[in-house]
């Protein structure tokens, strides 16, 4: 089986709805709060795919420090930008970085990648075609080291 044709990828090219809204960001990070023990990959696009899954405490680490992140470079009064596969029983997340949102959404010859996801799934190289900004760079790796 090729990268193309792994699960991963079937579940990243599937159906996504947005958090348009902040309140329906709020209740999608609830719902992994509560869900926090559920084995969540967390993926930074660019960086190497992670092997294991988050543990309880790193997924509610990065829930805070991406909606204080969101929040503070996406100053609209709407989200739109954070997309999940279900927004009441997420298992596939999409969060597109602010500052490289293309056409994340509708039709594009070349979307952009989103800048993370939180995957049930072991998630697969993407092969970010794009040069991860060293502030992304060392955010992250702040984050999780």
Known sequence: MTVEDSEFMSAFRGSFTSALRWPQLDALWDLLRTDSGADWFIYAVGESP??????????????????????REHDEDYCGIVYADNLQQPTFI???DPHN?????GYSDNPPLPGWVLSKIPPCDLHSIRVLPNNRKRWWRQLFG
Do not use: Q, W
């Open 94 to 96: 999409k969060i597109y």
């Open 50 to 71: 992670p092997e294991i899954p988050a543990t309880p405490e790193e997924l509610l680490r990065f829930i805070d420090e991406m909606d204080r992140f969101l929040h």
């Open 101 to 105: 949102l293309g056409v994340s959404c």
